[in-house]
């Protein structure tokens, strides 16, 4: 039998040509039989009648005969094939405001809870170790974000991956008409991805500037809770409600925002030379206090290769020998003019 006459279904549900011929056939009948249809159709129709009463299309005629057949509505059928599902869709919806009785039926404890937490002082600091809490408490204060979202974020470009799980929760913040601020250092100007991050969120309208040194890594929602991170732990936070703290953290963002500059989707050359003559007066001056390569690496947001190679060409500039040497040669003068050699971009 060639296989458009088979009465098998198609992968995609659709019902055979050969069970659609029957249905046309048993549509124009009141009832019929097995040998009726076999006859009329030029093939056995077994296994197309078994089609379409399995797809409640068929249904067995009243009377004795027990191969009787009769057409059943379309729309009927429907109703018949689809009363399981809605039935299951009613039981989840019921299942679903138990549920929500039950957790909201804890609303008041919860609350009655807080505010005596909030009155003694206990809960106002957190420390979350776990980078997936981490995570997913960020998530929960961005969604409930209403006035102003303020984040410093030290180290230079950020990781593509971060950015990528950043990108979509903070759109959805700047359409809700939530204000976004976010400072990262001068090295994240180099970084594409960020660059292009930056792009994407400040035609929402978040603002973004960039600064040499001094960050702190820090979220702040609504000048009301602030998360900063923990040295020497990597992914962890703590989590600030205590409001003289969140105020010094505000504050603290807000000195450093007047000092920072505009982030520019683009790098001109006459830019470039500018943050690179700014890096290295930064260098000069961590370096006059005897800190190491990669102490200095990690507060302007390079990596140690680049730091050694602007330490290498200052000391050259400065005609010293060693490092050392270099970091003698420098203290004595801070107020000394910028030392410019070729500049770098950072990596």
Request: net charge neutral; charged share 25%.
């Amino acid at each position: 039998m060639p296989p458009e006459e088979s009465g098998a279904a198609g992968a995609d549900g659709e019902l055979s040509p050969a069970a659609r011929r029957l249905y046309a056939y048993a549509v124009e009948r009141h009832v019929f039989d097995l040998c009726e249809a076999t006859a009329a159709l030029g093939v056995r129709a077994a296994a197309a009648i078994t089609e379409l009463a399995s797809a409640h299309l068929l249904q067995r005629a009243p009377g004795d005969a027990p191969d009787r057949w009769s057409a059943v509505a379309p729309r009927a059928a429907a109703a018949r094939a689809l009363a399981p599902l809605a039935l299951l869709v009613r039981e989840t919806h019921d299942e679903m405001d138990r549920l929500r009785g039950r957790l909201e039926a804890l609303v008041p404890a919860y609350e009655a809870g807080t505010a005596h937490r909030d009155l003694s002082g206990s809960g106002r600091l957190e420390l979350v170790t776990d980078l997936g809490a981490v995570r997913g408490l960020i998530a929960e204060l961005v969604a409930t974000c209403e006035r102003e979202l303020l984040t410093s974020q030290p180290g230079g470009g950020r990781p593509l991956e971060t950015l990528e799980e950043s990108i979509g929760r903070d759109e959805s913040l700047l359409t809700r008409g939530v204000r976004m601020r976010t400072i990262y250092q001068h090295t994240a100007r180099y970084s594409r991805p960020t660059a292009a991050y930056v792009e994407r969120v400040t035609a929402l309208g978040a603002q973004v500037r960039t600064l040499g040194d001094g960050l702190m890594r820090m979220l702040i929602f609504d000048e009301h809770t602030g998360l900063m991170a923990v040295p020497d732990r990597s992914g962890a936070a703590l989590v600030v409600r205590e409001p003289s703290v969140v105020h010094f953290m505000t504050t603290t963002f807000e000195r450093s925002w007047v000092g920072a500059e505009p982030f520019p989707t683009s790098v001109s050359p006459e830019a470039a030379r500018s943050i690179s003559d700014e890096l290295r007066q930064t260098i000069v001056r961590l370096l006059s206090e005897g800190l190491e390569d990669k102490v200095i690496a990690r507060r302007l947001g390079m990596s140690e290769r680049t730091c050694q190679r602007h330490i290498a060409e200052i000391m050259r500039a400065v005609g010293a020998k060693s490092r050392f040497q270099a970091g003698y040669l420098l203290s004595p003068a801070p107020a000394a003019g910028p030392v410019t050699p070729t500049p770098t971009p950072p990596t």
